[in-house]
């Protein structure tokens, strides 16, 4: 048998057609496993329209007006109605225990009567003390010391006169003794030049001799006077000083005394008018008490001379007692009335807080009627003046408590007539409404995403490959600047071409292969 020869270009032929055939099959491969592993999305594009403002709570029914009635404090409450009761005016809401009300007011008059004596009292003791002023005797030893000081000063003056004159006097008794003395000696002297010229020498020798001793005799004696009169007068003229000496030192100190009176007087009069003053306050701070009490007692005498009653002003609910029967009223306890119709307080989340408007119709749903109530909101109150009540379920975003609920941010106010609920009754509502202005670009929610980086959405992009044209994720960044329940209206760089992905078969990022849902 001959043997077929191939040429090379029947080889090549047959490789090329061999390729297209495995690219063919790896296609189809290829396609299989993409309609099994790529995720099959939804694309919309971005469309220009207004967004449905839909507000769903709960409330409940309270008065539209509230009074507190404070209550007299250290009474006994014997009965008082529950909160919620609905009362006429005149009916009466707490009844005070008679008996207790009676002890209390004798109490309250004893303590007036204390308070009366305590003023008396402090107005007693608030008077200065009647005392001699220091200075009186001070002035009058002052007086005496001058008058004792003069006379002091008059003796030594006396006794200084009488020195010089006495010295003087005695000086001159001295002298005329020793004249006499000599004058007497010369006279026996002369006798006994007589004698011895009679030739009696020894008389006349004994007689010179005993006219010198006389002479000698007579002069030491009138010294001897002399001297002792000097000293007497030396002595008395120094009594004379130092009694001087003596009373000017008493004068000086009286004087000293006087101004230390003087001191004293002062010291005395300040502790009186501190006394005065001390006392004037007592009087004020115990008559301050003394008025309060008097106040105490008329509101007693009040509340018995009412039966120890206290009755509801208006037609209407009592919301709120501080007090229960048996318990002891104090300065904090309170009654609540509610009155001048009812209203809804709806609680209002953050995010819904800015999207409800006044005026805005709100549906109201109240247990045990069929028919939705239909009201206009007539106030909202954002933070704590319309806060404070937990949110139902329809709430959303405002915020949570420790135990998970939601608390509100605000309340709105929407008027009710009294046939159509219950005081205290808790209500549905819902508010649906429209944006006042249409946004250029909103998305459906399931449309916008977030992470780490911020908020964003996919568009499916086209790109062609050597298998064909395929799909991938690209992230665009969007702003939400309001949202509804379904859609969001945002900024972006999204234009109406764009394929913006709204839904998928799988979970789906950036970057990540998709297929057009057909």
Partial sequence: MKKMKISKKQLAAAAFAAFFLIMAVCTGISRIAASILVPKVTTESVQEGKLSVVIQGKGIVETRMESLISLEKGLRVEKVLSAGTVVKKGDVLLQYDKAYLQESVDKKRAEIQKLELAVQQARITGQPPARVAATDGAARD?????????????????????????????????????????????????????????????????????AEEAAQQRIAQAQTVYDGSVQELEIQKQQALADLQMQESARDQAYNAYESAKEQDAVAAANDQKTAEAGGYTIQSVQVDLDMAKKELAKLEQAQAENAEVKASENGVLRESSVTAGGVTDETSFLAIGWGGYRIKGSLAAEDLSKAEVGDEVKITVPGQGKALKKNIEEILSGTAGSGKILGSGAENGGANSSGNTVAAGSFYAFLNENEAVYGSEVSYEINRQTESAYKQVLPLSA????????????????????GAEYK???????????????????????????VIVGSSKEIAPEDKVRLKE
């Fill in 142 to 210: 002052v007086q005496l010391s001058e008058e004792n000081y003069a006379r002091a000063e008059e003796g030594y003056s006396m006794a200084a006169t009488n020195y010089e004159e006495g010295i003087l006097l005695l000086q001159q008794t001295l002298e005329r003794e020793k004249q006499a003395a000599e004058e007497e000696k010369m006279g026996a002297m002369k006798q006994a030049q007589e004698l011895e010229q009679a030739g009696k020498t020894e008389e006349a020798e004994l007689l010179r001799r005993q």
């Fill in 448 to 467: 916008v995403r977030k992470d780490v980086d911020g908020t964003y959405c996919l568009v499916a992009e086209k790109e062609e490959t050597i298998l």
């Fill in 473 to 499: 994720a690209k992230r665009i960044p969007v702003t939400v600047a309001e949202k509804d329940g379904t859609h969001a209206a945002v900024t972006s760089t999204l234009t109406d071409e764009d394929k």
